[in-house]
């Protein structure tokens, strides 16, 4: 009875060191699926920032493009610097409503 008594004791602490040793891998492992989780998320916002990011970069050398034409340029000098062609004569109406308010 004694030897038997003590294998089975044993088996019992080889069931809990076994048991305690599959709980800590589950344990480490769920630590690191958050970690792996959280990188992805990661990842996934810095494709989309980068993704944002080109197109803001295409339209920019759109716009770039299109700023370097000569009618751009006349548009800009006319309505921004108030500008006119040799022999032009600029007129500037005012809304009599606006002007009664002031």
Do not use: W
């Amino acid at each position: 009875m004694s030897e038997e008594s003590g294998t089975g004791i044993g088996k019992i602490i080889y069931t809990i060191i076994l048991l305690t040793c599959i709980i800590g891998a589950l344990f480490f492992i769920s630590k690191n699926q958050r970690q792996v989780d959280a990188v992805q998320q990661k990842i996934e916002d810095f494709k989309a920032d980068n993704e944002r990011k080109e197109k803001l970069n295409k339209e920019l050398h759109e716009n770039i493009g299109k700023m370097n034409t000569p009618s751009f340029i006349e548009k800009i000098a006319r309505d921004e610097l108030n500008m006119a062609r040799p022999g032009e004569t600029i007129y500037e109406f005012t809304d009599e409503k606006k002007k009664n308010q002031d």
